[in-house]
């Protein structure tokens, strides 16, 4: 599975921003997803993702402010960011893992599969 993420750019505080993830490969709807961000000399952070049957996690500086997606037949998922602030900046990355356990959907070290990253930059 290959990811391409996209979507990211410059916004304002309070703005909106909407990450797109689309996937190469078979069984898609198969796929656990997440979305996580990365500040420069700091650990990957998860931010949400969603189970094959649907189920969103937030984390929760984003929850109530942030919504995850997929759409399995355009082999795409996608986190739609309103409200954002200006600690929602980083680099974001996509990811995949086939294995289910909603224990570990937090953990970027169990995600088999990521995307190249897309900017965001809140402004204060």
């Known amino acids: 599975v290959q990811l391409q993420a996209s979507g990211g750019g410059l916004v304002q505080t309070g703005g909106s921003l909407r990450l797109s993830c689309v996937a190469s490969?078979?069984?898609?709807?198969?796929?656990?997803l997440g979305w996580f961000r990365q500040v420069r000399g700091e650990e990957r952070e998860f931010v949400s993702a969603?189970?094959?049957?649907?189920?969103?996690y937030y984390s929760d500086s984003v929850k109530g402010r942030f919504t995850i997606s997929r759409k399995n037949a355009k082999n795409e998922f996608y986190l739609q960011m309103n409200n954002v602030k200006p600690e929602d900046t980083g680099v974001y990355y996509c990811?995949?893992?086939?294995?289910?356990?909603?224990?570990?959907?937090?953990?970027?070290?169990?995600?088999?599969?990521w995307g190249q990253g897309t900017q965001v930059t809140v402004s204060s």
């Open positions: 990811g995949a893992r086939r294995q289910y356990d909603p224990h570990s959907v937090r953990n970027a070290a169990v995600y088999d599969y």
């Open positions: 490969g078979r069984s898609f709807e198969m796929y656990n």
């Open positions: 969603i189970t094959y049957v649907g189920v969103p």
